[in-house]
Each structure stands twice: as structure tokens, then as C-alpha cells.
């Protein structure tokens, strides 16, 4: 049972079929059963949660699984870790594999970073504890003010690309953009394979767009400088005495491949595979550069928009994700897509919390860099 044997209940806080499919996997391994609860949209699209059973003084672990809906999504684990808070539960842990707005974990010109503002309100909601996977940055946990475990899909994937890519040994880790450099490297390292770089993207980067307390501002011009716009579009003048130094603009070089892919099996790694146009992008060239097949391997897939049709129509010959999120829909669009079911170690996570253990194994010859 739930309870009495166990000591501690899981819930599943989604309120679509589709995103429950992860929790029960994780529950089948723990040998518990699901918490008893309702969640619902009503007539007005207000969510709605009924915890149909006492959880006064009870550990709490609230598994939470991101579809395309994100922000009902999060207002569902809000709500539903808020309605055990006020039901007495001793701790309520989250369960969330992908953090949803981990992307805007920098500050932008006149925006502000959500991801800190998320990590508040769920705080607020009563979680004291959360058990997640790949964050984009690791900085990202420094946003709690409770103990967050970033838990690795590599040795899945790592697995995955033994057991499941023939002539493994004859392929080349690529990054696609030089951001992306050190988890590729680590790819690369534990497998014992070259490293690839790809190097001149046509778009801007995530970290050309961060506000210039983290990288140079951009300027309109070169020329000179010429005073402080203000509103009404006129210029200041500035300080008597004060000349400041114009940083000059950022221009991409031509896209360059760093390394040999000729001949060889590309493997494209990353955290989060979402508008796939990069990817598209970056599998056309390496293809040009002689390599004969192209796969990718990410954490999450997001899988957004046309995703499925695109990557059916491109040169990738398979995208490996895991089931951090939910993407049966996109699997039955496109048969290049597989899956690698990471809710052992989920499930491991959550019975050493419970227990008391260390959380140590599940973090074995795991590096700062990874």
C-alpha cells in the first residue's frame, strides 16, 4: 500500500492522462501506489486539486511532468503542493525532471529572470525539497532556498549510444555551438571519442541576448559617441571631461566545423531539444563535411511546433531523448524519435531521500563540468 508500508506517498500532480505515464513507472519501481487525488480544470479554467486522502505528517513527493501547457502545468504543482501544505504534510518534495523556464536564468534588457521568480513561488507554495534533471544551468539551484538534487541523464544516453549505435567506436562527439562545448566534452571523454565544434552560427546566441552586466551591450553605431538618448529620442551630452570607450559590434565568422567528421557518426549532444532548427541546421552541414550519419542526444525533448516534420525531413538519422517530458504525440509524427526511460533512477532518488541515504552513488564519477 501507500502508506502504512512505505511511510511516504507520491502524488501525481498533471491533470492530462499523457503526463501520468512517468509517475506510475516511477511508482511500479518504488512498489507504491499513487496518491489518491483530483486534478481539474474547471468551466472558467481555474485549476482545481482534492486530495482525497489524509497526508497530516506524511512526506510528500509530488511528481510533476512538463507538457506543452507549461504554465498550467505549474500552476497545477502550485496549487497542489499548497493544498498538502495546509493539510499538515510534514515535507512536500518535487519531483520535476525538467524544470520548465530554466532557459531565462539570465537577466535581459528591461526583462527580468523567471526562472528565480519560479523558484519563490514555489518555495512560497509550501516545497521544501526538489529532485530534478539537467538543469540548463547549473547556477540555477543557487535560485532555492532548499535543497535541490540535479540528478544526470548521460549514463542513460551513454548507454543508449553503446548498446544501440552500431560501430559506435567509429563516431565523433559534435557540439553545435561552442556554448555547448563542455557537455560534449564529457560525452567524448567517457566514451573515448573525438570531439567536433561547430563554430559560426547564422543567430545569435542565448548569451549575445543577456543583459550587459553579463556580456558587452550592443550598439547601434560605431562612429563615435555622441551623448545619452533619452525618451523623447534627444541626446544628453555627457559629463564634461568623460569620454567613453565604444565597444564594437559582434559579427559571426562563416560556420566552420572544428574537427575531422569525415567518414565518421556524428553524435549531436545537448541538454534541451526544442525549436529544432539548429539542430536541422547543424545536421546539414556535418553532413557536408562528409559524415553518414547524424544522430542527436538531449535530456528533454520539447519537441515544439513542427519539430516532428522537420527532423523527419532532414538528414538526422535518429533523436534520442528521454522521458523527462512527455512526447508520445510527436513518436507516432515521427519514427526517428526514441525514447530512454529514466525513471530508475528517479524512483532510486526518491526512496534514498525517504531513507535518509546518500545521495552520493547516484552522483558517481560525476564532475563539476558535467
Excluded: W
Excluded at 543557487?142 to 540535479?150: A, K
Aim: charged share 25%.
Amino acid at each position: 500500500m501507500n502508506v502504512a508500508k512505505s511511510g511516504y506517498r507520491v502524488f501525481s500532480a498533471n491533470s492530462t492522462a499523457a503526463c501520468t505515464e512517468l509517475a506510475k513507472k516511477i511508482t511500479e519501481r518504488l512498489g507504491v501506489e499513487l496518491g489518491k487525488s483530483v486534478v481539474f480544470q474547471g468551466p472558467n479554467r481555474e485549476t482545481r486539486v482534492d486530495v482525497k486522502e489524509s497526508v497530516r505528517g506524511q512526506t510528500i513527493f509530488i511528481i510533476q511532468t512538463i507538457p506543452r501547457d507549461v504554465n498550467t502545468a505549474i500552476m497545477e504543482l502550485l496549487i497542489m503542493a499548497y493544498a498538502l501544505k495546509t493539510s499538515c504534510a510534514k515535507n512536500i518534495i518535487g519531483v520535476i525532471p525538467y524544470f520548465p523556464y530554466s532557459k531565462q536564468c539570465k537577466m535581459r534588457k528591461r526583462g527580468s529572470i523567471v526562472c528565480k521568480l519560479l523558484a519563490s513561488m514555489l518555495a512560497r507554495a509550501g516545497l521544501t525539497h526538489i529532485i530534478t534533471m539537467d538543469l540548463h544551468q547549473k547556477e540555477i539551484q543557487g535560485f532555492f532556498s532548499f535543497p535541490v538534487d540535479n540528478l544526470r541523464a548521460s549514463p542513460f544516453l551513454i548507454q543508449y549510444i553503446q548498446e544501440e549505435i552500431p560501430d559506435y567506436r567509429n563516431a565523433i562527439i559534435v557540439a553545435k555551438s561552442p556554448a555547448a562545448a563542455k557537455r560534449a566534452q564529457s560525452y567524448a571523454e567517457r566514451l573515448r571519442l573525438g570531439l567536433a565544434v561547430i563554430h559560426g552560427e547564422a543567430q545569435c546566441a542565448e548569451s549575445d541576448m543577456a543583459d550587459g552586466r553579463h556580456s558587452p551591450p550592443c550598439v547601434r553605431n560605431t562612429t563615435g559617441h555622441t551623448g545619452l538618448e533619452l525618451p523623447s529620442g534627444k541626446q544628453q551630452a555627457p559629463f564634461p571631461g568623460i569620454e567613453l570607450p565604444i565597444m564594437m559590434a559582434k559579427e559571426k565568422p562563416p560556420i566552420t566545423v572544428v574537427g575531422d567528421v569525415g567518414g565518421r557518426i556524428a553524435i549531436i549532444v545537448d541538454d534541451i531539444i526544442d525549436d529544432v532548427g539548429d539542430f536541422v541546421a547543424a545536421a546539414e552541414i556535418l553532413k557536408e563535411r562528409g559524415a553518414y550519419k547524424i544522430y542527436i542526444m538531449a535530456t528533454h525533448g520539447l519537441l515544439s511546433a513542427d519539430a516532428p516534420r522537420l527532423i523527419e525531413e532532414s538528414a538526422i538519422d535518429e533523436v534520442v531523448v528521454t522521458n523527462t517530458v512527455p512526447h508520445e504525440v510527436q513518436k507516432l509524427q515521427c519514427p526517428k524519435i526514441k525514447t530512454v526511460d529514466v525513471s530508475m533512477i528517479l524512483a532510486e532518488a526518491i526512496r534514498r531521500i525517504h531513507n535518509g541515504e546518500s545521495m552520493a552513488y547516484l552522483f558517481r564519477n560525476i564532475t563539476v563540468d558535467d
